[in-house]
């Protein structure tokens, strides 16, 4: 009896194995803890943004309690910024990190003005902000109206795919991109037109959700992401799937040491990362030599 319940049960299951198993031969890719095919994935990862990038700054502030702020600033303290660079921040939309870019540029133009106006470069820093999202740029062009950045001719919004940028090769001094790498459906793709676009000597710069490596933290950051996040998307954003699909995508992009080592094969020098705390979020670095 326990044999042929066994196999009623395994009959019953076979469709869905059987379905699965087409799926994976069909060239599938993970959308947060699902299996989907490769065709699909940004067409999904699109209509996430789409819904919660009117919410995505007051969200990311809640979700991390102001963090995130603290992690950027982090973030674009390791590059070293100078005017008259051309800098590419993929999937930067809103232009948090662009922004803060800008500031150390202009920054240094003021300093260097004050100390030897003769100094002073003449050359346009030019930062480009590309993102495969219309609905994300729009953010960040309104944020930069509000800031007072609207007419400035040193930023330049920029539709395009992380896997095949429109830039041509050895035409950036930096590139970075911020909780942007793990949606994209080709990592390594996304790594190789990083590594193609970068001058020699250019810099590449990733701030992701990354693993806890802390056990009794890893515990609390798990029941908070699942029980929590999705909680807040929907009270707030009214969207709990999207923060569900974020809190997955998490657990499934790739853990530090294999994420540096997927960077160093794209033919990057130097890889290092840094762990934020205890590893729930990383900075990975890689210089193009």
Known sequence: MAFLTSVRSLRSKLPSMLARTCLVHSHSTSFGFKEVPEEEKSKLVGNVFSSVASNYDLMNDLMSGGLHRLWKDRFVSELTPFPGMKHLDVAGGTGDVAYRILEK?????????????????????QIYVCDINPNMLNVGKKRAVERGLGESQSLKWVE??????????????????????????????ALAEAHRVLKRGGRFLCLEFSRVDIPILKELYDLYSFSVIPAVGELVAGDRESYQYLVESIRRFPPQDKFAAMIADAGFQKVQYENLVGGAVAIHSGLKI
């Open 160 to 189: 395009g795919d992380a896997e095949a940028l429109s830039f041509e090769d050895n035409s950036m001094d930096g590139y970075t991109i911020a909780f942007g790498i793990r949606n994209v459906t080709h990592i390594e793709k």
């Open 105 to 125: 540029v202009n920054s240094i133009s003021r300093r260097a003005l004050r100390n030897d106006p003769a100094e002073v470069l003449n050359d346009e820093t």
